[in-house]
C-alpha cells in the first residue's frame, strides 16, 4: 500500500493532482483510519488502463520467462520438471496480474473469486486486461480451507469458531486470492471479521500461512490441502476454487508453455497430484477465456 505522498512520487506528479483525482473518483484508492491508501498492484493497472502512448503487443511482446501470482505446490513442481524451467515469483493473485499487465512475466497464475457470479476468474482478467489479447488456461481445481495445528488443540470446525474461541488469524496479504475468499466466506458466515485476532503483519504465501502455524505463532489460516499435507497440519475443508494460467494469445504456443501443457498431460503430474492431495484435474489445460 502507498501513500498520497509515496504514489504522487511514483507517478511523478505533485500531491495535489493526487487529491484531484481522489475527488474526481479516478485512481484506485482506499481510507483507512482517515488516511488514503493505494494499492500497488490496483495503480499499475490503472496506469496500465489509461495508456494511450503504446501498443500493447509491442510493450508486452519481450515479457520475461518468470511465473507471478498466486503461489501453488503443484505448478511449482511442475515448472521445475518442464523440459524449460521457469522461474517462480510469488506475488498474490492480484498483484501478479498487475506485474502481468505490466509486461513483467510470461504467465500469472490466480484464482480470484467474484463474489458477484461466483465464477473465479475471468472478470479480474476482463477488468485488468481488456485489450491484451490473453487466454486463461484451468490448471486445477483446489480445496481450500482452514489449517490449524496438527490435532487441532483449539477444536476449531467453522468460522464462527474463530471468534468464540479468541483463535489467533493469520491472514493473506490484500489483492491474495486466498483473502479474497476468506473474506468472502466470514461474509457469508455472518462472521465480523473486524473481531477476530489477527498476526501483526499477513502472510505472502500459502506456504508461510503453514509456516507460521508450525511454529505457533497464530492458530488459524486458510490455505490449499496439500500445503497443510507438506507441512503435516489438521485441514478444515471449507471450498474449492478454480487456479488458472493467464498468458499472452502469441506465447500460448510458444515452447515454454507448451512444454509445461504437455506435462500436464503425463501420467507424472496425475502422481505428483494425489501426493500433493486436493486437486481435481479433469479441466486441466482447457481454454476457460480467450480475449482478443
Known amino acids: 500500500m502507498m501513500t498520497v505522498h509515496e504514489v504522487a512520487d511514483y507517478l ?122 490473453v487466454v486463461a488456461i484451468e490448471w486445477a481445481w483446489r480445496q481450500q480451507g482452514l489449517i490449524v495445528a496438527p490435532g487441532n488443540p483449539l477444536e476449531l470446525h467453522s468460522l464462527e469458531d474463530i471468534t468464540d474461541k479468541n483463535a489467533l488469524l493469520i491472514d493473506r496479504q490484500s489483492g491474495a486470492g486466498s483473502r479474497i475468499l476468506l473474506d468472502h466466506l466470514f461474509e457469508q458466515a455472518g462472521v465480523d471479521k473486524m473481531l477476530i485476532k489477527t498476526t501483526d503483519k499477513p502472510a505472502r504465501t500459502e506456504i508461510d500461512v503453514g509456516l507460521t502455524i508450525s511454529s505457533g505463532k497464530a492458530d488459524v489460516g486458510i490455505a490449499v490441502a496439500s500445503v497443510a499435507r507438506q507441512l503435516r497440519l489438521d485441514f478444515i475443508p471449507l471450498a474449492k476454487e478454480r487456479f488458472d494460467l493467464v498468458m499472452r494469445r502469441f506465447d500460448y504456443f510458444e515452447s515454454p508453455i507448451q512444454n509445461l501443457l504437455e506435462l500436464t498431460r503425463s501420467p507424472s503430474f496425475i502422481e505428483k497430484a494425489e501426493e500433493l492431495g486436493g486437486y481435481e484435474l479433469s479441466g486441466s489445460g482447457k481454454v476457460v477465456l480467450n480475449l482478443r
Open 12 to 133: 511523478r506528479v505533485k500531491e495535489r493532482k493526487i487529491y484531484d483525482l481522489i475527488n474526481q473518483k479516478q485512481i484506485p484508492c482506499t481510507r483507512v483510519t482517515g488516511k488514503w491508501l493505494f494499492p500497488r498492484y490496483l495503480i499499475d493497472m490503472w496506469l496500465m488502463q489509461n495508456s494511450e502512448s503504446v501498443s500493447q503487443d509491442a510493450l508486452l511482446r519481450s515479457a520475461p520467462e518468470i511465473v507471478v501470482g498466486s503461489h501453488d505446490p503443484l505448478l511449482e513442481w511442475a515448472l521445475r520438471e518442464s523440459g524449460r524451467p521457469i522461474a517462480m515469483q510469488t506475488t498474490g493473485s492480484m498483484e501478479g496480474l498487475g506485474r502481468f499487465a505490466a509486461g513483467e512475466a510470461l504467465i500469472c497464475g490466480m484464482h480470484v473469486l467474484d463474489t458477484a457470479s461466483g465464477e473465479f476468474n475471468t472478470q479480474a482478467i476482463k477488468n485488468a486486461l481488456p485489450d491484451h489479447g
